[in-house]
């Protein structure tokens, strides 16, 4: 056995012992998934920023042992903009039919506005709970019937 690899375990207790050092992520820890394989870290879970996703790769990559970092963290604004992206997309959830608010804090998704129908608000959350990070959806939408146009 090479002296110089560290076993598994004890590279991850020392990952996991960086991160919580590092007080902005200290509140959020218990969101962050840590596994050690053969010097490989993965980081998982969410974190309220981007800096953050980028600070918890770079205090992984500095321990002694670790040879590469694998980062599938998710911040709060990327699940904002890929839940944005995808209702934008939905042609009964995106502007002019609808009015959606997206808000997302430790992975926990708030959905408010209006929707044309409660058909619309359902699907709206069935494609919050889908996008990657989302942990709960709290589902706030009202309906708002549109006007129609008379012909």
Known sequence: MDLDVMDDAT???KV????????PLRVNFHLIRICAR???VILEGVVPSTSMKRMAENLARAVPGVQEVQNDLISDPEI???LGLRLAADPDLGPPCAQ???????????LAGWVPDEAAGQRAEEIARSVH?????ANNLRVKALARRAA
């Not at 996991?16 to 007080?23: F, G, I, S, T, V």
């Not at 990070?133 to 959806?137: A, K, L, S």
């Open 11 to 13: 590279l991850q207790a």
């Open 16 to 23: 996991e012992e960086r991160l919580y050092r590092y007080d």
């Open 38 to 40: 053969d010097g490989r």
């Open 80 to 82: 904002e903009a890929e």
């Open 100 to 110: 959606v608010l997206v808000t997302s804090v430790q992975g926990d998704v708030t």
């Open 133 to 137: 990070g989302v942990r709960n959806v």
